[in-house]
Every structure is written in C-alpha cells, then in structure tokens.
C-alpha cells in the first residue's frame, strides 16, 4: 500500500473520530451536531478546539429549524443514545490505533 493512502486512511479515520466527538461536544452545547461532525471530520483537532472555545446556547437560543428537528428526549432514550455514541468512538478509535500499528510494521 502507497504512503499516501496509508496517511490518507489515517487521516479519514482520525476525522470521523474527532467529527463524533465534536458532534458529541456540539450537542452538549445546544449547537447543531450534524455541521460540527463535518467541520470536524474535515479540519481535524482545529475544529474540536473551536467548539471548545465557544459557549454553550442558551435553550431560548436555539435556531428555529434545530426546534423544529429536536424531538423530546426521555432520559431512558438519551442514556442508549450516549451508550451507542461511547461504543462508536471507542470503536473507531479503536480501528486508529490498528491502522497507525499496522503501517508502522509494514515499514
């Protein structure tokens, strides 16, 4: 396999670990998810720290259209959603570390 598609692959896959967190963060903050797991998939660390940076919304704050696409989360719901999240970056971090393992033993 090319160097290049070695550092391509790791870097993909560091973006959708540092895009989950970011989304994870976003939704924390009352902030649109979905944009900050792209901004984070993208530019990596330097978006994770942005969102880091800014506050938190208000609830009165939100957008109309985040209102209108945010549906009543019950506690027992929003708990399996937190669960899935957590098993979903430990895994993708996870597959990070193999593949940083995997191309330094090809070397």
Same mark, same amino acid.
């Given at each position: 396999?090319?160097?290049?598609?070695?550092?391509?692959?790791?870097?993909?896959?560091?973006?959708?670990?540092?895009?989950? $967190?970011?989304?994870?963060?976003?939704?924390?903050?009352?902030?649109?998810?979905?944009?900050? $797991?792209?901004?984070?998939?993208?530019?990596?660390?330097?978006?994770?720290?942005?969102?880091?940076?800014?506050?938190?919304?208000?609830?009165?704050?939100?957008?109309?259209?985040?209102?209108?696409?945010?549906?009543?989360?019950?506690?027992?719901?929003?708990?399996?959603?937190?669960?899935?999240?957590?098993?979903?970056?430990?895994?993708?971090?996870?597959?990070?570390?193999?593949?940083?393992?995997? $191309?330094?033993?090809?070397?």
């Amino acid at each position: 396999m090319s160097t290049t598609l070695q550092i391509l692959l790791i870097y993909l896959t560091a973006g959708l670990v540092i895009g989950a $967190f970011s989304s994870f963060i976003a939704n924390e903050k009352n902030r649109n998810g979905f944009n900050w $797991f792209l901004l984070g998939v993208v530019f990596n660390i330097i978006a994770m720290l942005a969102l880091i940076a800014v506050p938190a919304l208000p609830e009165s704050e939100k957008t109309t259209e985040d209102l209108k696409t945010k549906k009543p989360v019950h506690t027992a719901s929003q708990l399996k959603a937190e669960t899935v999240m957590r098993f979903l970056l430990f895994s993708l971090g996870l597959v990070l570390i193999l593949l940083i393992g995997y $191309f330094n033993f090809l070397q």
